[in-house]
């Protein structure tokens, strides 16, 4: 089992395995990329790409694929899935940002949610095609992360959306096609709290059943912008990590904007010294060992 951080800014933090940069977040602003951090990239998800482009937005009967719509769980801008220019363009800065950092992480490889594309291009394709709807999003995905696939040579991580049943419907994602691509997967199961540990436990075992590859969990510690009286608490954090640990979870990622907040973190996880030996007793080798990871931060 591997711990990682996955942060806004370019700071690497002691006491974890692994630290993820989120080069390219879904504001479309682009970092420098670390030769001592994993890359993210947000791919179609770009608030730079459309504004510069409007009409790349991908569309759908109920509207634009835009940051407000609240017709969707959409809280930026997206590109259409099939936007010959942005695929192209994204294939090679995916390369490039390969080549000075130790492991690529996409998110937002896939179609903005249920509905879309709908835009002319994305219409005449599906018809020329012959196949059905969903069989040809699934395959327009499909595809393109076999184009990724051959520019990166290192680690490649896919990012999941948390549902583990109706991904194909909604994003044009099939878990075993992508699993032939991807190294890991990345379940982000972000949150601004974790009081019912019960259902990210449930939806880990099912992504346990179905991918073919080990996956990881991305959870919400402290996001930029955001009020310590509005994030989750330091024992819900530890609770909902041992419960999908148990679960079959392969690793764990803590999102912050940056390293303070990870650090405040990790003392307060160290501070709840009756929390941790009652989460002993949930059971099973992989609980006893992020335990001991935590115990381990004692010592910085």
């Known amino acids: ?6 942060t806004f800014q370019p ?19 682009r970092l420098t990329p670390r030769n001592d951090m994993q890359s993210n990239i947000a791919v179609f998800a770009d608030n730079v790409a459309v504004r510069n482009h409007p009409d790349w937005i ?35 800065y995916i390369a490039d940002v390969d080549r000075h950092s130790p492991g690529i992480w996409l998110n937002s490889q896939y179609f903005a949610d249920h509905g879309h594309c709908a835009c002319q291009r994305c219409t005449e394709l599906w018809k020329k095609s012959g196949l059905g709807l969903l069989e040809w999003r699934k ?16 680690d490649l991580v896919l990012c999941l959306q ?4 109706t991904s194909y419907d909604r994003y044009g994602v099939d878990f075993d096609d992508l699993a032939k691509y991807a190294d890991a ?3 982000v199961m972000f949150s601004k709290n974790y009081a ?21 969990i991305s959870f919400y510690v402290f996001g930029p912008g955001d009020n310590q009286k509005d994030v989750p608490l ?40 009756e929390l941790r030996d009652r989460l002993r007793n949930y059971g099973g080798q992989p609980v006893q060992e992020f335990l001991d990871f935590v115990a381990n931060w004692e010592k910085q």
């Open 1 to 6: 089992m591997k711990f990682g951080t996955y």
């Open 11 to 29: 700071e690497t933090i002691k006491g974890f395995d692994f630290n993820v940069l989120r080069v390219k977040p879904e504001t479309g602003i």
């Open 58 to 92: 991908s569309q759908s009967p109920l509207g634009p694929a835009k940051m407000g719509n609240a017709n969707y769980n959409i809280y930026w801008d997206i590109v259409c899935a099939t936007q010959p220019e942005h695929r192209a363009e994204q294939l090679r």
């Open 139 to 154: 395959k327009e995905i499909t595809n393109y992360i076999a184009q990724v696939r051959e520019v990166v040579k290192k």
């Open 162 to 165: 948390p549902d583990p049943v």
């Open 185 to 187: 997967f990345n379940v």
């Open 196 to 216: 019912t540990p019960w259902y990210w436990e449930m939806l880990a075992r099912g992504f346990k059943k179905l991918l073919k590859k080990p996956f990881y």
């Open 234 to 273: 330091p024992s819900e954090l530890l609770t909902v990590t041992v419960r999908c640990a148990r679960a079959g979870a392969d690793g764990f990622l803590y999102l912050t904007d940056g390293a303070s907040q990870l650090r405040d973190f990790q003392k307060s996880a160290v501070e709840q010294v």
